[in-house]
């Protein structure tokens, strides 16, 4: 079975502020993908990225940055300088690869409130 | 800019209505999902498709939630009779052959 734990069901930051949120995940598979999903007020699921569990490198897209540790089973993600814009709900998700691809196994979302 | 569209986006009805969910998906794509959304239960999966055909409904109450994909360019998720704990909000995502999957902006049912 498969399972993800986002263990801070809240954060609030100031602006300009760094913030990390925390994913763990579970899985018995040896290749699986893993996702952030960014959801605003406005109801949308936003994709953020992708990561293959073969690729262990770290991604960095503008503020935005992820930092993936097969070891620990956590894939974690920062937003340098938060603003605004950035509260939202976000959710951290896994799936299977292979003839099960798809699916995702969401966890239960930390919701990012940054104030001005 | 492609985009998964859903319809309605908003529904309100009353118990023991039918209610039906559409989707477009994205073109190319060839994998649709239905999620639901509710404050209890977090996203979950209900039925997905693969080339059209069903490949899991298992996290579908099948006595009275049904799912089909009739052509490429079109997903249903019908709920017949619809009951008061269907409220939530349900989203279509489209799933590329690299594993990316993108949502729709989601249809809020509500059954009173």
Request: proline fraction near 5%; include cysteine; charged fraction near 20%.
């Amino acid at each position: 079975a498969q399972k993800v734990t986002q263990a801070q069901t809240e954060i609030s930051v100031v602006e300009k502020e760094d913030v990390t949120l925390d994913c763990v995940y579970e899985t018995r598979d040896t290749t699986y993908y893993l996702f952030w999903y960014k959801q605003p007020p406005s109801g949308e699921l936003v994709f953020l990225i992708r990561r293959n569990s073969f690729d262990e490198q770290n991604e960095i897209s503008g503020r935005y940055s992820w930092n993936f540790q097969k070891s620990t089973s956590s894939f974690n993600f920062t937003i340098t300088a938060s603003q605004v814009v950035d509260s939202a709900v976000y959710f951290c998700a896994l799936s299977r690869v292979g003839t099960s691809y798809g699916k995702l196994t969401f966890g239960q979302g930390t919701i990012l409130t940054v104030h001005p | 800019d492609a985009r998964v569209t859903q319809t309605p986006r908003d529904k309100v009805t009353e118990m023991g209505q039918e209610v039906t969910m559409r989707c477009q998906p994205i073109l190319g794509h060839n994998t649709v999902f239905w999620y639901r959304q509710t404050m209890m239960q977090g996203l979950e999966l209900l039925a997905y498709f693969r080339n059209r055909a069903p490949l899991d409904d298992s996290g579908m109450p099948k006595d009275r939630f049904s799912a089909e994909m009739p052509d490429a360019t079109l997903a249903t998720l019908k709920i017949q009779p619809s009951e008061p704990r269907d409220s939530a909000v349900y989203f279509c995502a489209s799933g590329s052959a690299s594993g990316e999957q993108y949502f729709g902006p989601g249809t809020r049912l509500t059954v009173t």
